[in-house]
């Protein structure tokens, strides 16, 4: 082989091998940088396990992604070096490899930062492209330079020599990132959840342990103890067999924050003044943690849900709180917000890469901090337990194996391609961007979803059992709010207050004071708090806030209403439920796209009024809305026309519970949006709280 031919050969396989080798070792390093700034926040939060996950994960995606990244721009160098010969005596090609993956890096960084900001980085429009594609060739002859100079120092000429060695390091380091993932994967859990068994522990003095779940935008009608035909919830309807389970059970707000802080508060939104214009809970208000807190319990919260946080002060009160979902962040990465921000929904990725990157929204991690947690607790004190599972909440990206439970073979496809982002053209604008079909998909992914979440509950349900007696222990299951998929051609929770958001279940046991059964009581979500009370102090509390009653006690004797009501069944107690003020962001992008669209619906308070089988609505602008929602439960026959009786009774109910409010005066404490911190901001653009 001449001496020229012998060059041309280790110039070309120098130019496979450093890219490929620049990809491996710096992915791997800048996965890791990247999971060691996204967790630190999280690492009190965190064991051995969890790190091995989340570096495992972060190292093994961006190690395995640049080395493609690096081995497919290497061989279109080798091509045009080939094409070339001239060029090859200037080429170095560990300074093409190095240059190859900072280009890239910082390319997926300015994007990331980009995309928080700016709308226009999600859709990768071709402005975009043409800027980071401008970006991606400075940087790339700058650390080609850089690298070529370097190569020629006695640092760099030793670095060459023990390439060979990091490769095979890097190469180990990420076959045991694959085996830890490998251990890690997603599965489908038993049917059964074992928590009956367990064995327990001794009752700490001082009263019974309480454990409070929220089920995140869980709706009612898609699980099976609420009459579900599909195998959504096994685990939570074994336990509602043996818990009281409330068919009547309706939130006050619609969506996270408001109808947190009623259940922490037993306040209705307009008493505790939380909305999208003051997402901050004053601590002039007592919440659940701060009233067991002051009766010698320990309190443990763990919340996947940013707004329920000390972001939004809605943690005040707990010894402990943690948000389990900052560590799923840390694992996935920048990368991964691209491929899940920009690929994912936008139809660019096939089910292998929505598999790889398929996770829950915290709930395993939150599950071992629990277990965690309640180990190391004082047993000489009862402990408050409040978790928030996020699963349910949208974007919906449940697991390959719960996914395949639910999603037809033909769909499961589609269903890692759709994007479900077009909220201002399906909801505000009311355009048919979703067919039948793909509406089908969205509400099998959301099905998947609610399995994904009953799994995690029932080890929870484990855990405690094993950490308590279970049957001096409180256990509260409940939701904040529903999900619209679809329904009244709306997408996620806002812009009204139907029983997709406000019927919500309620799960309660506790052996002591409440039998297994069904009860057909109107019941709220201002009673949380007043039942937990009374299971602790053995009777209705007397210096609770708020007009919520526990469900341990006879319901009171409603007063006479002014004027008999016009059907028997309009008896018994009412439930409010409130939409004070809307998140405009969607709104906005609507009018962005078409300047006509009328805001006013979208923009109206609204106010729902619950009496036995009948609802009444209305709305700021001047709306009404009546709906027998037992005959009719998808509220699509209003009958405000013909029956004004019973619309008008429920319209005087409506008065006479304001009329018995005291109304949220602000008082000067944080909560404005403009004010928020940036990790919050961040959290909300990921949730579709904002663009």
């Given at each position: ?60 995606i961006h190690g395995l992604l640049w080395m493609v990244h690096g081995l497919f721009f290497g061989g279109l160098a080798a091509l045009l070096l080939l094409a070339l010969p001239r060029l090859r005596r200037t080429v170095c090609s560990g300074a093409l490899g190095l240059g190859l993956f ?464 016009p059907l028997p069944e309009l008896t018994g107690r009412t439930a409010v439920i409130e939409y004070n003020a809307p998140n405009r962001t969607h709104i906005n992008a609507a009018q962005e796209k078409q300047l006509r669209v009328d805001r006013t619906p979208f923009e109206s308070a609204i ?85």
């Amino acid at each position: 082989m001449t001496r020229s031919a012998e060059s041309r050969e280790t110039t070309i396989r120098g130019l496979f091998f450093q890219p490929l080798l620049a990809g491996l070792v710096c992915g791997l390093a800048w996965g890791w940088l990247q999971a060691l700034r996204l967790a630190r926040s999280s690492f009190h939060l965190m064991d051995l396990r969890q790190f091995a996950d989340v570096f495992s994960y972060a190292g093994m995606i961006h190690g395995l992604l640049w080395m493609v990244h690096g081995l497919f721009f290497g061989g279109l160098a080798a091509l045009l070096l080939l094409a070339l010969p001239r060029l090859r005596r200037t080429v170095c090609s560990g300074a093409l490899g190095l240059g190859l993956f900072v280009a890239g890096a910082f390319t997926l960084q300015v994007w990331a930062i980009t995309a928080e900001h700016m709308p226009l980085a999600w859709g990768i429009q071709p402005l975009w492209l043409a800027g980071m594609a401008a970006c991606w060739l400075v940087l790339l002859a700058a650390g080609y330079a850089v690298f070529s100079l370097f190569a020629q120092t006695l640092a760099g000429r030793l670095v060459a020599r023990a390439e060979r060695w990091a490769f095979a390091a890097a190469v180990l380091l990420l076959v045991v990132s694959l085996g830890v993932q490998w251990a890690e994967r997603p599965r489908l859990l038993p049917d059964t959840a074992a928590w009956e068994e367990a064995g327990g522990a001794a009752p700490a003095p001082g009263g019974p342990n309480v454990v409070l779940v929220v089920l995140d935008t869980q709706r009612i009608d898609r699980l099976g103890c609420y009459g579900y035909e599909r195998p959504t919830t096994p685990r939570l309807d074994r336990f509602a067999d043996d818990a009281m389970v409330y068919d009547r059970y309706i939130s006050t707000a619609v969506w996270t924050m408001p109808s947190h802080a009623s259940m922490f508060t037993g306040l209705y939104p307009s008493e505790h003044g939380t909305s999208w214009n003051h997402i901050w809970l004053d601590d002039r208000f007592n919440t659940m943690a701060e009233v067991l807190g002051e009766r010698g319990y320990q309190t443990f919260g763990l919340s996947n849900n940013i707004v329920v946080s000390p972001h939004t002060n809605l943690a005040q009160g707990f010894d402990r709180f943690g948000v389990p979902q900052a560590i799923v962040n840390a694992r996935g990465t920048y990368l991964e917000k691209f491929l899940n921000g920009v690929l994912y929904p936008a139809g660019r990725v096939g089910t292998w890469l929505g598999r790889i990157t398929g996770q829950d929204q915290g709930a395993k991690q939150t599950n071992r901090i629990a277990a965690r947690w309640l180990a190391g607790r004082d047993r000489e004190r009862p402990f408050f337990l409040f978790v928030n599972y996020l699963e349910p909440h949208d974007p919906f990206r449940p697991t390959g194996p719960h996914r395949r439970l639910f999603v037809d073979p033909a769909d499961l496809r589609d269903s890692y391609r759709l994007n479900w982002d077009a909220i201002a053209e399906f909801a505000i604008m009311k355009a048919d961007v979703y067919s039948e079909a793909e509406l089908a998909i969205l509400n099998d992914t959301y099905d998947a979803e609610t399995r994904l979440t009953d799994d995690r509950l029932g080890q929870l349900l484990e855990i405690v059992a094993a950490e308590s007696d279970l049957d001096r222990t409180l256990v509260i299951i409940t939701s904040d709010h529903g999900e619209n998929l679809g329904d009244h051609h709306l997408l996620r929770h806002g812009w009204c207050v139907y029983d997709t958001l406000a019927h919500l279940p309620l799960i309660i046991r506790y052996p002591s004071r409440v039998s297994p059964g069904r009860s057909g009581e109107m019941t709220q979500t201002v009673d949380l708090l007043p039942t937990v009370l009374d299971a602790i102090d053995g009777g209705p509390p007397t210096a609770v806030a708020g007009s919520g009653r526990s469900l341990f006690s006879p319901p009171p004797t409603p007063p006479e209403d002014e004027v008999e009501p016009p059907l028997p069944e309009l008896t018994g107690r009412t439930a409010v439920i409130e939409y004070n003020a809307p998140n405009r962001t969607h709104i906005n992008a609507a009018q962005e796209k078409q300047l006509r669209v009328d805001r006013t619906p979208f923009e109206s308070a609204i106010f729902g009024v619950r009496q036995g089988p009948w609802k009444y609505i209305t709305y700021e602008d001047g709306r009404r809305e009546l709906f027998n929602v037992e005959e009719d439960r998808g509220e699509l026959n209003n009958l405000v026309a013909d029956s004004p009786d019973v619309a008008d009774h429920l319209a005087r109910q409506l008065d006479r519970w304001r009329a018995g409010l005291v109304p949220y005066q602000a008082g000067g404490d944080a909560g404005d949006l403009a004010e928020t911190d940036e990790e919050m901001l961040s959290r909300l653009r990921e949730l579709g709280y904002m663009q």
